[in-house]
């Protein structure tokens, strides 16, 4: 067909093709770099990489007003919010490093592919030297695996599930939040106390790796006392109508409902499962229950009076009266106008640790940072005294155990704290949820 | 004398495509899109786009199912990377195979019928294909988390090669380069030049001869007793092929496939690529995947403060007036601006950017030549379906 005759002219435009095409990588190898986007300039990038459409938008738009928040105290703006009540003081409102913080945001769609190509947006363009954010498991475990790749540090926003630190976990990631394995541990013995032992649980669940593992923890922990599973369902994520999957709960003869949804999800399926009329049943002589293992203020306000009564975990509530909460409820207040979310509070605090880090190690060099952070205690970031374990790089702290309110005072104070589990019973060793964390990477 | 020019022409396309692909780097950099990854989106989708527009381009069937093809790559070559090898080749031509196998069994059913009736079908088994690996083929895909490469993972011709990765997780890498960054792209950008050079060769062959023709009337082809069904088919293959091979190289620049490639949002995506660049052009395609990407990647990264920033030179009122105007199209609005686009691409354009083009370069040639609205008659593409 076609005939690729070489001829001068073509030969010479070939030549200059290559010779474009070679001389242009060169052009961005910038000098020998001794890690990945190490800062040069004035500024350091951070990397804010929330979901911003779909089921969790709500948690990420709080995440991301944290995270503004958490730039203008680093850069002595706003009152310092948790800075002044944080154990640590290398932080001292000049930035990080004498170096001003400055940050780019992206939307995760809570897809693990538009997460990736945000990251990497923000890593191979934007120069961020550390990305963090979520709100999904899935995501921060598809994103903690790209920042170990690219030799960026990954601080994780809300993800609950074990995987994050434990199956899949990676050197360059480090998690705050709780985890299922915690609420499970903290949230089984209220229950067992509320409803009683030898109770028949039908499981709705999340389809993805925060579902499989909340329903695995809540098994493992409600199991000793007599708690046996009826039927555990798979729910797609965003489904927006449950009905459909509420519906057999009725005939299943099971007397408890523990609803694995979060954010949209969860605010769908708990007033449906409400309207259905489960919780005025009375099934085997007993009243019928709903539990939400993980609960969160914004998810409360989304599901209005159906909340009334639920038990459920949490890693943080505006409510609580110690001074850092305090403080960071003021300032997030008075430039918002309305309080904080959990998942607010959990990403203010990655990113003070991951600032305070870079300033007692002196560098944002992964592993030196990375090595700040591990077995760092702390306190006064609104949990009481807190570790950052080395050997699986999560935060242990008390647990939160509430009960939505029956008579809120107002429309933001939805949720009663009914027990703080101390951290030593919801502690477990590090090899119990398997995975291995590898060396860190530092990148080019 | 015409065929000759048709094939210098084309040697200069083609040589003019390659050019572009290999200073890509510098190319985009102006617009910000310079950058490995989105480079990389560029080619791989690309290659999509090039592959959907042989069947919907040449045979005018318009599937809405591709999607499944291109994720059907991506956990053909992740699974090979898990089992076999972290070399891309392996991936890659088990990632072509199971495209086209897939297709062939897909297109075999659904091309019994035409028009709207096999658009649906192709949706409804790329919709099962979707919910398969979103949660019944868990075991297999790992559903919404993804499919993701792990320290333990055999890699059975890796050992036998002695290739050790010690104790970080392997990246893919073409005998010892790896495939992330500058590198990935080049590998996609060469296979993409690649893959246009064999979709010049079917545009311009007596095979795709035949299927423009069962793109003008396939009653007309049957009555004259020539059965068109081998050569539809064989259409959709070739492009479902083109799709797996997509879906291998996302997996080869980025080792992890997940259930929502395979969505039918996705599927949409590339219809509208190519409707967007121009159906039935050789460049089209590619350039509507391109703008596409763009969109996607750029304008929903814009915020407030890069707004703020950028209205800077307007006094402060009217300042955060203007940021909020455009804080609609973008970020999270980027949906909006690209049907904005596409409505209007549709409404005047019905060629797609390549009819635009058409139209300047005509506007400029015909000052200066006066045949020119004859040739501008004859290169005008076929409006979209």
């Known amino acids: ?444 | 004398m015409i065929s000759i020019l048709k094939k210098r022409s084309d040697i200069i396309l083609l040589l003019v495509f390659a050019a572009v692909v290999a200073s890509g780097p510098v190319l985009f950099q102006p617009i910000g899109a310079g950058y490995p990854d989105l480079l990389q989106k560029f080619a791989i989708f690309g290659i999509f786009a090039i592959g959907f527009n042989i069947l919907f381009g040449l045979t005018g069937y318009l599937s809405f199912g591709h999607a499944a093809f291109l994720g059907v790559g991506s956990y053909t070559a992740v699974w090979t990377f898990k089992l076999l090898s972290m070399n891309p080749i392996p991936a890659l031509i088990l990632a072509v195979i199971a495209g086209g196998l897939f297709s062939l069994l897909i297109g075999w059913v659904s091309m019994r019928r035409s028009g709207i009736y096999f658009s649906i079908l192709t949706l409804a088994f790329a919709q099962m294909s979707y919910n398969l690996a979103y949660s019944v083929l868990t075991p297999i895909t790992n559903g919404e988390t993804g499919l993701q490469l792990a320290q333990s993972d055999p890699r059975v011709l890796d050992v036998a090669f002695g290739r050790d990765y010690g104790a970080v997780l392997p990246t893919p890498d073409l005998f010892g380069i790896n495939l992330s960054g500058y590198p990935g792209y080049y590998f996609c950008g060469a296979l993409l030049i690649v893959c246009f050079y064999i979709s010049i060769r079917i545009f311009r062959s007596p095979f795709g001869m035949m299927l423009r023709a069962v793109k003008s009337n396939q009653n007309r082809m049957n009555y004259t007793g020539l059965n068109t069904r081998p050569y539809a088919l064989a259409a959709f293959v070739i492009s479902g092929m083109f799709a797996g091979l997509a879906g291998g190289l996302l997996a080869v620049t980025d080792p992890l496939a997940g259930a929502e490639r395979m969505q039918w949002t996705a599927s949409g995506e590339i219809v509208l690529m190519t409707i967007l660049g121009g159906s039935g052009t050789l460049l089209g395609p590619v350039i509507g995947a391109g703008v596409i990407k763009y969109f996607e990647n750029i304008f929903s990264a814009f915020n407030e403060n890069i707004l703020l920033n950028m209205f800077s030179f307007f006094p402060e009122p009217l300042q955060h007036a203007a940021a909020w105007v455009a804080g609609l199209f973008v970020g999270e609005g980027w949906h909006l601006t690209l049907g904005a686009l596409f409505m209007i691409i549709v409404i005047f354009l019905p060629g797609g950017l390549m009819e635009g083009a058409h139209k300047i370069i005509n506007l400029f040639r015909r000052k200066t030549d006066s045949d020119g609205p004859q040739k501008s008659a004859d290169s005008a593409p076929a409006p979209a379906e």
Request: charged fraction near 20%.
């Open chain 1, 1 to 444: 067909m076609t005939d690729f005759k070489v001829n001068r002219r073509g030969l010479m435009k070939g030549a200059a093709a290559v010779g474009v095409g070679l001389s242009a990588p060169q052009f961005f190898v910038s000098g020998a770099n001794a890690y990945t986007n190490e800062p040069t300039g004035g500024s350091v990038t951070l990397g804010f990489n929330v979901p911003q459409t779909r089921a969790y938008a709500d948690e990420g738009a709080d995440e991301l007003r944290a995270y503004e928040l958490a730039v203008e105290h680093l850069n002595g703006g706003g009152d310092g919010g948790m800075l002044n009540t944080f154990s640590s003081k290398a932080l001292t409102g000049n930035g990080v490093l004498g170096k001003k913080v400055e940050y780019v945001t992206g939307d995760t769609q809570t897809l693990s592919d538009a997460a990736r190509a945000s990251a990497k947006r923000m890593i191979e363009k934007d120069g961020a030297v550390m990305i963090t954010g979520g709100s999904s498991s899935g995501v921060a475990i598809a994103v903690q695996g790209l920042c170990q790749d690219a030799g960026v540090i990954f601080m994780a926003g809300l993800t609950h599930s074990n995987d994050t630190t434990g199956k899949d976990k990676r050197a360059n990631g480090f998690r705050h939040f709780f985890n299922t394995e915690m609420t499970g541990a903290a949230l089984a013995p209220v229950l067992k106390n509320a409803f009683g032992e030898d109770r028949r649980v039908y499981h709705l669940t999340s389809d993805y790796t925060w579902g499989w593992s909340q329903e695995g923890s809540i098994q493992k922990y409600t199991e000793p006392f007599g708690w046996e599973t009826a039927a555990a369902v798979r729910t797609p994520v965003g489904a927006g109508d449950f009905s459909q999957y509420i519906t057999p709960v009725l005939n299943s003869g099971a007397d408890v409902l523990v609803l694995n949804h979060y954010g949209k999800d969860m605010v769908n399926s708990l007033p449906q499962a409400v309207q259905f009329g489960l919780r005025d049943k009375q099934v085997n002589g007993k009243n019928f229950e709903i539990v939400v293992p993980l609960f969160s203020r914004l998810m409360a306000q989304g599901a209005g009076d159906a909340i009334k009564g639920i038990f459920g975990s949490t890693n943080w509530n505006w409510s609580l009266q110690d001074e850092g909460s305090k403080a960071f409820v003021k300032s997030f207040g008075q430039k918002y106008g309305i309080p904080p979310s959990q998942a607010a509070h959990t990403c203010y605090c990655q990113t003070i640790l991951y600032a305070d880090a870079a300033e007692r190690a002196g560098t944002f060099r992964p592993s030196e940072l990375g090595k700040a952070l591990e077995d760092f205690s702390f306190d006064g970031l609104g949990n009481g005294p807190t570790d950052y374990r080395g050997s699986d790089h999560q935060c242990f702290k008390d647990v939160l155990v509430v009960k939505g309110k029956e008579e809120p005072a107002s429309q933001h104070d939805l949720l009663e704290v009914v027990e703080v589990t101390p951290r030593a019973q919801v502690e477990y060793p590090a090899d119990l949820l398997g995975g291995e964390l590898g060396p860190y990477n530092d990148g080019a």
